[in-house]
């Protein structure tokens, strides 16, 4: 099994729509992160979590929410998907004291139509 | 604010050539980290390297080096005689302060290495 998993990993909606992505994982981790990867633009931060009790806002957060229900989980919802939030999505933890030495998910692919 | 840039978008190389990857950087902070990425066709992106800002020593891996110059604030990566297995895309990112501190991507260079 893979270490960081991602659920689902394609989606097509409609705008308007509420989506959730999913992410486990089993590295123990504590820290967790949600990027987005557009063509040409490389991953941008849209939220992360150092522990339970702490979440954060990455750079681009407009129009998403986190909800880090366990230590091994990290779910991104999008709670009224417009056509612009087409993208790749990447779930990645990292250790404490690793900052930024990230495990990626394999990624959620979201189409909004 | 922080940022990288990666100048080249794509690279296409013959198997066994040498291929550089330039990553620029720009920082205010005297204390930053630099990292590589890779993005193979499968999607997931693999660490390759970090390295903070006091330490300019090149690092070699295997075919992998990294040539780390403060004077001209890059990070670039060479890939010696380059297999097909490293065609992928990657990834220079960035972090400003304590190692924990946001990460900031470049735009990527897709590499195709053909047979």
């Given at each position: 099994d893979a270490d960081v998993t991602q659920t689902p990993?394609?989606?097509i909606t409609k705008t308007g729509k509420r989506i959730m992505l999913?992410?486990?994982?089993?590295?123990?981790h504590d820290r967790m992160y949600w990027y987005r990867q557009d063509p040409g633009l490389g991953l941008r931060l849209i939220y992360y979590s150092f522990d339970v009790k702490d979440i954060n806002k990455g750079e681009i957060s407009d129009?998403?929410?986190?909800?880090?229900?366990?230590?091994?989980?990290?779910?991104?919802?999008?709670e009224s998907a417009?056509?612009?939030?087409?993208?790749?999505?990447?779930?990645a933890t990292s250790a404490w004291d690793r900052a930024n030495v990230l495990t990626f998910g394999a990624g959620s692919r979201l189409t909004v139509l | 604010a922080q940022k990288v840039t990666q100048a080249q978008t794509e690279i296409s190389v013959v198997e066994k050539e040498d291929v550089t990857l330039d990553c620029v950087y720009e920082t205010r902070d005297t204390t930053y980290y630099l990292f590589w990425y890779k993005q193979p066709p499968s999607g997931e992106l693999v660490f390759l390297i970090r390295r903070n800002s006091f330490d300019e020593q090149n690092e070699i891996s295997g075919r992998y080096s990294w040539n780390f110059q403060k004077s001209t604030s890059s990070f670039n990566f060479t890939i010696t005689a380059s297999q097909v297995v490293d065609s992928a895309v990657y990834f220079c990112a960035l972090s400003e302060g304590a190692a924990g501190n946001k990460l900031t991507f470049g735009g990527g260079t897709r590499v195709l290495v053909k047979p």
């Open positions: 990993r394609n989606r999913e992410c486990s994982q089993t590295k123990g129009g998403y929410s986190v909800s880090r229900q366990a230590q091994a989980k990290f779910s991104l919802s999008l417009i056509p612009n939030q087409t993208a790749l999505y990447f779930c | -």
